[in-house]
C-alpha cells in the first residue's frame, strides 16, 4: 500500500469524522474519492457509485430522499451506508431497499 494513499485516507479521517472513515476505506481500496457534506463520489475499477452515510436516523431520511435523486440523475449505483455500533431499524432498512438502494453496515 502507498504512503500517498495511508496519508490521504487520515487526512480524510481527521477532516470529516464518521463520512471519512468511510471514505478512508474506499481511498485504501484503490478508488479515488470525493466528499461533499454526507455524501461520497466513488470512481475506479469500473465502478461508479455514490455513498451516503448515515450515522443517526435524524438524517436518515434527507440522505435516502438526495441519494435517491443523484441516482435518477447521474444513473450510478446508489448505497445507502449506515454507520456506528447501534441497531438500525428494519422499517428504515426496508425503506431504503424498496426505494432501489443498496444499504451497508459498517461498525465503527
Not at 500517498?4 to 472513515?21: F, M, P, S, T
Request: hydrophobic fraction near 45%.
Amino acid at each position: 500500500m502507498a504512503w500517498r494513499q495511508i496519508y490521504k485516507a487520515d487526512i480524510l479521517k481527521e477532516k470529516y469524522g464518521a463520512v471519512g472513515k468511510v471514505a478512508a476505506r474506499y481511498v485504501l481500496a484503490g478508488f479515488n474519492v470525493r466528499v461533499e457534506g454526507n455524501l461520497i463520489y466513488i470512481k475506479g475499477s469500473g465502478i461508479n457509485a455514490v455513498l451516503g452515510v448515515v450515522s443517526n436516523e435524524g438524517e436518515f431520511n434527507a440522505i435516502m430522499n438526495e441519494l435517491g435523486k443523484i441516482k435518477d440523475k447521474l444513473k450510478v449505483k446508489a448505497v445507502l451506508v449506515l454507520y456506528g455500533n447501534k441497531r438500525w431499524r428494519e422499517d428504515l432498512v426496508g425503506k431504503a431497499r424498496d426505494k432501489g438502494l443498496d444499504v451497508k453496515f459498517i461498525r465503527e
